[in-house]
């Protein structure tokens, strides 16, 4: 019997990664593509029973014969921060607009049965908290608008095209492997680097916006558990949050360090809180965060 066969887009980076080594795990047969294009990494983690092609998702060329007699894409690869999209938006766009079009593109010729798209909580914007898929789209940036236009791409190729596809809301996502370096990695990644080498905690403004950390091990359980389960068809082509339903501020956070801190001025173009209802997903394909903040960070802190 022939295994799985999983492309995954960005797989030599912190999510991708991540769900690469689950799928693995579970026995798929799994191609990569990433072009480490992120400069957030101090490595990548390409994984050496994976089939792997250091390409350009735009490139249509060079990565549309990838996907044949592919099953399942996990379409992770992006610009992922929010600074460096406001620096340079014609960039995310063309990343995650039109590298999201051409994944989709390349998936439809090839007959692929599923595409799991990762988006971004930040496209509910000033939305009121906790964030329903439901809400209107409030994109304060050029990522959210970016990742939120890929969003609109996967529900067409949906409805037109009858390629089923299932979009997540990733909210503040952290855990083994995340970035480290550069001002603009996620908090919890800048908070260990500064511990390790003995600075005091940067706290961004005062401190206390809060956000809805999930774990990437989290993560990508639930994208395998959407591309796995047999479904209707009018649950494709939807927006799925992935997050806990809890959140936490910055000085929460920096306070599990308990280590020195300092406030440095705060960024524009970002909300001040973040929180998911996760009730969809869950009642949908039966997925419900496990790992909890506090046990990751003590778990880390203690060795």
């Not at 887009?9 to 990664?17: E, K, L, N």
């Not at 994109?139 to 996967?154: D, R």
């Not at 989290?218 to 994208?223: E, G, L, P, S």
């Not at 869950?282 to 909890?292: A, C, V």
């Amino acid at each position: 019997m022939s295994k799985i066969k999983s492309l995954v887009t960005g797989g030599a980076g912190f999510i991708g990664s991540n769900l690469v080594d689950q799928l693995l795990a579970i026995g798929h047969q799994v191609i990569v593509i990433d072009n480490e294009y992120s400069d957030a990494h101090d490595q990548f983690y390409w994984n050496d029973k994976t089939e792997n092609h250091k390409y350009d998702i735009r490139d249509y060329e060079k990565t549309r014969p990838l996907y044949d007699g592919v099953q399942y894409v996990f379409h992770i690869a992006a610009e992922a921060r929010i600074q460096p999209a406001i620096e340079n938006p014609i960039g995310a766009v063309s990343i995650n607009s039109v590298g999201t079009c051409t994944v989709l593109q390349c998936a439809r010729e090839a007959g692929v049965k599923k595409v799991m798209y990762s988006s971004t909580s930040s496209g509910y914007g000033m939305n009121p908290y906790p964030n329903v898929e439901t809400q209107p789209d409030d994109c304060l940036n050029p990522y959210s608008v970016s990742k939120v236009n890929g969003e609109k791409l996967c529900k067409m190729y949906t409805d037109l095209f009858d390629l089923d596809t299932v979009i997540f809301r990733y909210f503040n996502v952290y855990g083994n492997r995340q970035p480290l370096r550069g001002q603009y990695a996620p908090v919890i990644g800048i908070f260990l680097r500064q511990l390790a080498a003995g600075e005091s905690l940067t706290i961004v403004g005062d401190g206390e916006q809060r956000r809805d950390f999930v774990n990437v091990e989290d993560v990508a359980r639930a994208n395998i558990m959407a591309a796995i389960s047999n479904q209707d068809p009018e649950v494709y082509g939807q927006v799925y949050n992935v997050g806990t339903g809890i959140n936490y501020s910055v000085n929460d956070i920096a306070s599990m360090f308990n280590h020195k801190t300092i406030n440095i001025p705060p960024r524009l173009g970002e909300a001040k809180v973040s929180l998911a209802n996760n009730e969809k997903i869950e009642k949908t394909f039966g997925w419900k965060p496990y790992i909890k903040l506090e046990d990751w960070i003590g778990g880390v802190l203690n060795g």
